[in-house]
């Protein structure tokens, strides 16, 4: 049974960032351009550069590859792994070829000969440039995504490549009469020409996807790269000179493009699933059914705003709000009906508890609760007397009430912060109290608070009179 084709893990490339990469790949050409006449211009060997370009090359190339494959592997993405593998043939051949290169390591070859090096260099441009030709065309659907088999592969390719190039570099073809003097024989320039035509093939077939993903788009920057690696290397004809140390610009190009762009598009995956635990975060404390806060977003909210009363010394208000008689109403008109029911108390509660920091919360069932920070109680009595004016305008059909329409009962208290359980409490008892006394009214807790920093604004006897 074949695999689903995978979906990239990266965005597509929006326009300003196609303008921008295909800026860099013009930069490229024109740079390639302006440096091929003073391509054979010799300049000074620098000390430890080899070993330097080398180093930065496998590094470079090992974490790209690594991050490459690991994605190809959670996506089960066979085109990511290939790219993967690509980057990683490319950071395991620098090893012999800074061991092959005279002066990298030792003051002559540690491995092979003078000519083991360019050999090396040319296949890895070819095995490079294939490597993204075949991502560049291939179904993702027939290509395994296993990092192990991957890195075995590769390992097993850069050996062979290796062996050949240093134990049997003498059956193969002379790429220069002398590398450090330049002049490409026959053989050089024929594979000279065919590397820039592999890698030119590359660039084509990256391009045709480049709107796919930034991944791909950057990629034709990395190609164009190569290109002009090959090209000012070929020019130039010998080592050291003006256009080998710039082919080197355009190597470690190849590679940091692409790394630059993946870390970019990594970043941007953290920042969206940072967003989205958050929503998700955020949609855990929303009651499903009436749209409030659930019961979780309440006791959050409590202890929140009983942490900043407490701090600031302003007082904290609660309503508990209970509709009267919800299960005569359910019994009578349905469970679908009364959903409705909660719904609207709910949009009621909300437009009358309306200023940036009140909370309304489904407490549970028919009950619910509306946190009011900076809120005496004379002021949570005027909400209240909102909340039973709004809630009796719906006239919300109950012939098993005794006024015939949907009523709610309040209790209300009014805390310093300091006892957030106290408080629910509190209002808990004026809301029983409410009930008690007659229903769709709002009764006032006596204060509870251990300070004297609040005094009740309305004796209890009034706040029966405003019910």
């Not at 590679?255 to 990594?266: C, H, I, S, W, Y």
């Not at 635990?277 to 705003?305: C, M, P, Q, Y």
Request: aromatic share 8%; charged share 15%; with cysteine.
């Amino acid at each position: 049974m074949s695999k689903a084709p995978a979906t990239s893990g990266f965005e597509g490339a929006d326009v300003r960032q196609r303008r921008f990469a295909f800026g860099v790949v013009a930069a490229l050409l024109l740079f390639g351009a302006i440096a091929t006449p003073f391509a054979k211009d010799a300049l000074f060997p620098l000390p430890g550069y080899m070993l330097a370009f080398g180093t930065t090359m496998i590094v470079t190339n090992l974490i790209l590859a690594s991050l490459l494959l690991s994605r190809g592997k959670a996506e089960d993405d066979g085109a990511t792994a290939l790219l993967g593998a690509t980057y990683l043939f490319v950071g395991l051949i620098f090893l012999p070829m800074t061991g092959a290169f005279p002066g990298a390591l030792v003051p002559g070859a540690l491995i092979g000969t003078t000519f083991s090096a360019v050999w090396i260099w040319t296949i890895w441009h070819a095995g490079f440039g294939l490597g993204i030709v075949a991502y560049s065309t291939c179904n993702p659907s027939t290509l395994p995504a296993s990092p192990r088999a991957a890195f075995w592969t590769v390992t097993a390719a850069v050996a062979g490549v290796a062996i050949c190039a240093t134990s049997g570099v003498e059956l193969l073809p002379r790429v220069f009469g002398d590398p450090m003097k330049g002049m490409f024989t026959g053989t050089g320039e024929a594979i000279a020409w065919t590397l820039l035509a592999i890698d030119g093939l590359a660039v084509v077939a990256t391009a045709r996807r480049a709107r796919e993903s930034s991944e791909r788009l950057w990629l034709v920057v990395a190609m164009t790269a190569a290109c002009v690696d090959i090209w000012l290397t070929f020019k130039s004809g010998a080592r050291f000179s003006v256009g080998w140390y710039l082919g080197k610009v355009g190597s470690l190009a190849t590679t940091m493009v692409v790394l630059v762009a993946l870390v970019n598009n990594v970043s941007s995956v953290y920042r969206k699933v940072r967003a989205a635990n958050e929503a998700l975060a955020n949609l855990a404390k929303i009651d499903g059914l009436t749209g409030v806060a659930n019961r979780r977003g309440f006791d959050e909210a409590l202890e929140s705003e009983s942490r900043r009363a407490a701090r600031v010394g302003q007082p904290l208000a609660l309503l508990m709000v209970d509709v009267d008689h919800f299960k005569l109403y359910n019994d009578r008109y349905g469970h679908q009906q009364g959903d409705e029911c909660l719904r609207a108390v709910a949009a009621v509660l909300a437009a009358g508890a309306n200023r940036p920091g009140d909370r309304v919360s489904r407490y549970g069932g028919e009950e619910f609760a509306v946190l009011l920070p900076a809120t005496d109680q004379r002021g949570a009595l005027r909400v209240a007397d909102r909340v039973l004016a709004a809630i009796a305008c719906l006239a919300i059909e109950h012939s098993n009430a005794p006024s015939g329409v949907v009523s709610v009962s309040v209790g209300i208290a009014c805390g310093d912060g300091n006892d957030p359980a106290g408080l629910v409490r509190s209002a808990d008892g004026a809301l029983y109290a409410a009930k008690r006394g007659g229903r769709a009214c709002a009764r006032a807790a006596e204060v509870w608070l251990p300070s004297e920093s609040f005094a009740p604004a309305v004796s209890t006897s009034e706040a029966s009179a405003l019910a």
